[in-house]
């Protein structure tokens, strides 16, 4: 069974920085890809960024490119997702995912987080 766990949810000023880290608590595995996603309302969960499992190819959602950074440490078995110039519209409760085969990395993931929350106040 795969687990994902978020962290680092936080309520930061507008402009401001947060750092999600996802972690993979149970043996090293390899994944395609590892994603985070957010929760639109009234559409679901829409793709924000992916990275991967070499880290060497990143993708980003046009709303988030230049300002949200993806990586990983393999290490440490984390992902980390930086938000930088945090926008009051960057709201929303955010979720590690992973894909484990060949797929486009902004469809259905096969494995999800239980999301953690960030809030941006003006």
């Known amino acids: 069974q795969v687990q994902l766990v978020e962290s680092g949810g936080a309520l930061v000023q507008a402009a401001g920085s947060v750092r999600l880290p996802c972690l993979d608590p149970?043996?090293?595995?390899?994944?395609?890809?590892m994603c985070w996603f957010c929760r639109v309302s009234g559409k679901g969960r829409e793709f924000v960024t992916a990275?991967?499992?070499?880290?060497?190819?990143?993708n980003y959602a046009d709303s988030v490119n230049g300002r949200f950074t993806i990586s990983r440490d393999h290490a440490k078995n984390t992902v980390y997702l930086k938000m930088n110039s945090l926008k009051p519209e960057d709201t929303d409760i955010y979720y590690c995912?992973?894909?484990?085969?060949?797929?486009?990395?902004?469809?259905?993931?096969?494995?999800w987080g239980q999301g953690t929350q960030v809030t941006v106040s003006s």
């Open positions: 995912a992973a894909h484990t085969t060949l797929v486009a990395v902004t469809t259905a993931p096969d494995y």
């Open positions: 149970g043996r090293a595995r390899t994944f395609y890809a």
């Open positions: 990275i991967n499992w070499g880290g060497s190819s990143t």
